[in-house]
């Protein structure tokens, strides 16, 4: 990173002085520490990228430099022009968003806690109480968080990684982010793969001390189903929990949770099923038809299960399922379902 200071200006160029040696290549980004810019987080290009974003039905779309809901906001209509409603990650990485983080995620789908950016804004030595606090949030409002940059920066070049960087892995799993992403390792890197397992790896073993079962001040009327199955499925030791869900909110809010069961979440929608990859937790299992009726729901569900060999019959589950089915967020019905539940469920008839 070079740092500068501006010793004169004028209406088209800035003049500088250089504080630090260093490599300076084109297109790099420009940081302005402390400063709220006027100008609009959705430039002309992006509005190209959404356009195009479109025709090729992308599932997920991160927004650099929002600084409130309004950028957010803006890059809704864009989309609903092209008749795009993709997944919205909104990228922290300015000091405006972090005051104004809360209204960001309200209207987001998720977050990412862009920390190159955000060490340039703050300072490296604030980051890690940035990134806690961002994840926080996230996790509070039922949103899920993708935390960036240098998770491996030194396996562009080597096979391995250094303590430090596996550490830094870990600490990201522990404060409760979704998700993990490499940048330049695997753009870029000589060792892709590589770093892919070992992140993978780290991932796994941590897991194994992992502080399930998380507990949050406030429980919405919409939140209290899963609440209720995340905790029956700790005090019972099912195997796994199953929501039905068509928008994947109700499978989030069990992921919100932090169960140490999978989550086997259902969807008729192969949109939904993508997008919850990338939630906590989240096994999406996809349905071709839409069905109302809840007992049939359970019936493909089962079959599919069994017929897949992803279960036998031994094991049991805590289903969640709306008496609305296809309405987001209405799931208020949860059935304990054991060997005898799923035989039951496949001498139905139809």
């Known amino acids: 990173t070079l740092q500068t200071v501006v010793i004169d200006k004028d209406a088209n160029s800035l003049k500088l002085k250089l504080l630090n040696d260093g490599e300076l290549t084109s297109r790099k980004g420009v940081n302005f520490p402390k400063t709220n810019l006027s100008i609009s987080a959705i430039t002309q290009k992006d509005e190209q990228d959404i356009a195009f974003g479109a025709t090729q039905e992308i599932d997920i779309v991160a927004l650099s430099f929002v600084q409130n809901k309004k950028d957010i906001l803006k890059a809704k209509q864009i989309m609903a022009k092209h008749d795009f409603d993709p997944f919205i990650v909104s990228k922290i990485e300015t000091g405006e968003s972090i005051t104004n983080l809360e209204e960001i995620l309200e209207v987001s789908d998720g977050v990412m806690v862009a920390r190159g950016d955000l060490g340039a804004e703050f ?173 049939k729901l359970l019936y493909n569900f089962v079959k599919k299960v069994l017929d897949e060999k992803r279960i036998t019959e031994d094991k049991r589950f805590i289903v969640t399922i709306g008496s609305t089915t296809g309405k987001a967020g209405s799931s208020n019905l949860i059935r304990l379902l054991n060997k005898e539940g799923m035989e039951a469920v496949l001498a139905s008839e139809f």
């Open 123 to 295: 300072g490296v030595t604030k980051l890690p109480r940035i990134q806690k606090h961002i994840i926080s949030v996230a996790n509070e409002m039922n949103k899920p968080s993708i935390t960036a940059t240098q998770m491996l920066t030194s396996m562009k070049d080597n096979p391995f990684p250094t303590r430090a960087e596996v550490s830094d892995i870990a600490n990201a799993v522990y404060d409760g982010t979704d998700a993990v992403m490499l940048s330049d390792e695997t753009t870029i890197g000589k060792f892709p793969i590589q770093s892919v397992e070992v992140l993978h790896d780290t991932i796994k073993d941590v897991e194994k001390d992992y502080p399930y079962f998380k507990e949050f001040s406030k429980v919405t009327e919409e939140e209290a189903v899963s609440k209720a199955a995340v905790e029956l499925a700790k005090n019972l030791r099912h195997e796994a929990l199953v929501p039905f869900t068509t928008s994947g909110l109700s499978a989030q809010t069990l992921s919100k949770y932090r169960p140490e069961q999978s989550i086997y979440a259902i969807s008729h929608s192969l949109k939904t099923h993508r997008r919850l990859n990338l939630v906590w937790g989240i096994r999406p299992l996809f349905i071709m038809k839409p069905v109302q009726n809840p007992t």
